[in-house]
């Protein structure tokens, strides 16, 4: 996955429930940002431009959104 400036590319992901997986966010822009699940509590933390970071959890059941909580709406 890729955070750019003001997106993650892709925008969704479709993953099995139940099942662990480990997403990788590559920071492709010149802004800080972070990928966080809120009620998961899977956080990168604050990436910079050029930075790799990992977020672990495990899949729920049903629709999880994730953003960037240092840009709103991302």
Do not use: K
């Not at 972070?34 to 509590?41: G, H, N, P, Q, R």
């Not at 672990?56 to 709406?73: A, K, Q, R, V, Y």
């Amino acid at each position: 996955m890729t955070a750019v400036d003001t997106r993650f590319e892709p925008d969704r992901l479709e993953l099995p429930a139940g099942q662990e997986v480990q997403v990788e966010i590559r920071n492709e822009g010149s802004g800080t940002h972070d990928f966080t699940i809120e009620w998961l509590d899977p956080s990168t933390g604050p990436t910079q431009g050029g930075e790799v970071a990992n977020a672990t959890f495990t899949i729920p059941d049903g629709e999880t959104s994730f953003e960037s909580t240092l840009h709103p709406g991302l």
